[in-house]
């Protein structure tokens, strides 16, 4: 189940979303892999929880090895893992005026440079597969309400007794909706130039 809160923009923003509210996940806790193994060796393993710490650590490891070998890693009904780079927008590819020629490197280009670095900076794009694409999660998942923004719209509808009994509020849960406005989870999209990963989320 997850469960969401109501975030109001301010009413001076200049944007069309001013004093409009917007649902947000409101996360329970913030998990390592200490409590992933935790949570893996309850489920009737074989394995210890400290081999499976040991295992998930070197599986990280590994994933950051081959992300900056070039590879992709995909981890079925997961996501799949890749570097993404933001680019700069070259002009020319030699500049025979400043003797500068667009390189295959890190950086930020002067005010005026036609050429030089061609990145930025670079990120890691984990984009979701399987199980856990956009439309997958959309038919599994389960929201609803934190008790603090049920209060919030029993107060709204002026129903001092919805505390009471927690069914009161039968419309507090949407099921699977596209959440207009909400956490922005895509993916790489740079502009000038760098590349735009639909479905993704940078870490």
Known sequence: MIELYLSKVTE??????????????????????????????EHNTAFSEGLIVGVLT??????????????????????????????????????????????????????????????KTIKLLAQSTGDF????????????WTDKTKAEIAAAKGDVNANANPN????GSTQGGDNQGGDNQGGDNTGGGGNNQGGGDEW
């Not at 200049?14 to 935790?38: F, I, N, P």
């Not at 009161?168 to 419309?171: D, K």
């Open 58 to 119: 070197d599986f990280v490891k590994c994933v950051r090895e081959m992300v900056l070998n070039g590879n992709t890693v995909k981890v079925g009904n997961l996501a799949i893992f890749k570097a993404t780079v933001e680019s700069n927008g070259l002009e020319v590819l030699y500049d025979a005026q400043n003797d500068k020629v667009a390189s295959a490197t890190m950086g930020v280009l002067k005010e005026g440079d036609k050429t030089g670095a061609a990145v």
């Open 168 to 171: 009161a509020n039968q419309g």
């Open 12 to 41: 001076n923003s200049e944007t069309e979303t001013a004093g409009k509210m917007y649902a947000r996940v409101s996360y329970k806790q913030s998990m390592d892999l200490h409590d992933m193994a935790h949570h893996m060796a």
């Open 133 to 144: 694409t956009r439309e997958e999660l959309k038919k599994d998942v389960k929201l609803s």
